[in-house]
């Protein structure tokens, strides 16, 4: 290394602040090195990757060619791995290679701020589990049962090809301008690269997102525990369990994390057979049969109380036991998949591709990409990347495996949760996401509506649902709606053929719906945090009190205003005439990807400050693609003049209908669900305008930043001062030959100071 | 290495890998950090917080710096 640029083409200015002793062991491999490496292609090295394509190509022709009867789940595990790990090797690479340019010699702020709480590195191994359990949660699992209606192929393509070219990409480049920044958060960054109007819009948009976010992950619990006394008893289980794993972590064993983790989790399986037994009482399935609006309510209270309360006691312990169970249940899920290779009957393109249907209303574009956020393209990340993982990164270049690599994880688990939902039989698909205003939510009426949509090769029969129901340990399955009660069937269904049986079809059931409860329950309690504090900030501009965190008025008041935030959609929701998840849903798919757009905005002003013109399309090509889905998908559902799509179209229908002294339309059987319709496609429509034009002013304001880079030339940097490292650490997942040769030196003279100190 | 060697490894690098993902070494990583930072334990040097200490400080820190968790 020495005084050496990084590779000969780079100009030598300001390297001097990294330059090393040459006597000292190297922090980094040079690039010429990495570059070595990569060129040299051994026979095994192409047989390998000529077998990965091969195979891949091999599975995207089963899926998307061929498209047999039915079509083994085998090749939609393959088509995913393949595409990315070729995702992976080569275009994650060329990101690295062109335009983010990782320098090892540059401390990471885990090792310059290093205080070993906050920032401290991390082993890349370990840190990607972490960022991976931070990143995924029910979204992936919910958005591709929905797109399920669409037939296989829409989704599966969004699915891996979204996430190689664009969800992996936003995650990469935010961790690492972040991880530069010393782990700024994006509203930060938003605020120093867009100025104050950008940056303001991009807070307001973040706060409001994280609200719609928030609710509509709440309804889908509410949806799923409504009326199950199994599923309701079991998972409020999970508040005293999290109270005794906080009380043991605080008061008994402080720092034993996976002990009480395990200690929970059996506690969990324990309340999930208790729950079984206790619905099958007289007593239990009345007393836990829950309607979905004091379930709502329950919930709302419940968010309130769990952002008040201290983080040992609750949100910590529930974190522990929803990263364990996270972990563990994704693994056991690809598993059976390859185990039980389910046979999938559903069509590539269903007959709802064109127009729409009773899941999801509207066109295959622009709606699939807002069904399917998570697990393709999902802004929610970008607050993750630049939150706690650009602190406890060890070395620059370990960005690309668990930035780009931890988004391709996500995408596996979506795959995975489409593969699921599609293993179903059709009929149970459609019986249990057609909202109950279709169905009426009973056998007969669900059954007669089904069978009237005319899909080829579905004739549901009234027992097929009863008997399915009972099986699952439920009273019904009609108009289970939101997507968890379908993921749920349909893991149920592959686990049993693994392990118990289809007498154990009902634990399985209802210990996927205790998992996804388990994600979003944590999900909501945090994000209910997170947005109280960004609020307090925001509001500590005005009025300098808020600023004081510990000051416990304005806690309680910003936790209430966020909380009755959410609340007031989510109890809009539960109560939607129309059917709520399917109204509510295109906005959470719209925020999500809004946020994402965002994201690669204010990724696109510093490429632009760094002068990398040439290699701007990485990130203008997703920016360009989310913004035309979410502009044109916001623009159908405020100005579509078909009322199943837009709001105020479905607002009008409704009004004129009340104006002209009607008591009853379409699926509104009464005045006062007709005037619900009202005001609730209002509020609907009202917040897709505020979204989509603070998304577009965020979009402005980077494109502007973006030309005065390129009229200027004037590149300046909002990075921190590059600091010299004194460590090393390989950067993938398995060390390079060079990289292990240097880790060995290393290895060696750490163990020589430990002798010598050892003799002293 | 024999089978039971491989096997024994295998679950020692799964529990290194759980405890660091569920943050068990938290502690650990303090101490060492703190030790490399000031390795005389001379009167100007910091006291280093007990593993209780600790744990109670990250959590309270937490209390005002509450990490999100995804969808």
Redesign the interface.
Known sequence: MGTMPRTPHDSTEGAEALDRDPALLAVALDQTTHDAEEAHWTPAKIALWGGISLLGGLSWVMLAVVRGETVNAIWFVFAAVCTYLIGYRFYSNYIQKHLLRPDDRRATPAEYK?????Y?A??R??LF??HF???????PLVGPVLAAQMGYLPGTIWIIFGVVLAGAVQDYLVLFFSMRRGGRSLGQMARDELGKVGGTAALIATLAIMVI?VAI?ALVVVNALAASPWGVFSVSMTIPIALFMGCY??FFR?????EI?IIGFVLLLAAIIGGGMISNTEWGAAFFHVDPVPLAIGIIVYGFVAAIL???LL??PR??L???MK?GTIGMLALAIIIVRPEISVPAFSEFTANGGPVVSGSLFPFLFVTIA?GAL?G??A??AS??TPKLIEKERQTRFIGYGGMLMESFVAIMALVAALSIDRGIYFAMNSSPALTGGTVEGAVAFVNSLGLTGVNLTPEVLTQTAKDVGEASIVSRTGGAPTLSVGLANIMQQVVGGSGMMAFWYHFAIMFEALF?L??V???T??AR?MLQDSLGNFFPKFKN??WRAGAWLTTGIMVAAWGAVLIMGVTDPLGGINTLFPLFGIA?QLLAAIALAVCMAIVAKRGMFKYLWIVALPLAFAAVVTISASFLKIFSTIPAVGYFAQNRAFSEALAAGETSFGTAKTVEAMEAVVRNTMVQGILSILFVVLAIIVMVTAIQATWRSWKSRDFGTNEDPAVPSQMFAPSGFLPTPAEKELGARWDARARLEKSGRSKR | MNTVELLKKGARDLAW????????D??D??????ESRHPSAGADAPPVMT??E??????????????????
């Open positions: 290093a205080d070993g709480k906050d401290a991390t082993d191994r370990v589990g972490h359990a931070a990143i995924a949660g029910a979204g976010i992950l972590l605080r402080p720092g034993k994390v996976s983790s201290p983080v040992w949100l910590a974190d522990y929803s990263t364990f972990i998570c999902s929610f990340h607050l993750i939150g706690t979003i944590t999900a309690d945090a994000g945090r997170v504090f965190t510990s999500n | 890998f759980v405890k660091g993902v569920m943050g068990d938290a502690y990583k303090y101490k060492a950090h703190h593993e209780r600790f744990w109670r400080d990250q959590t309270d820190r937490q209390d005002t710096n509450p990490q999100g968790r995804c969808c």
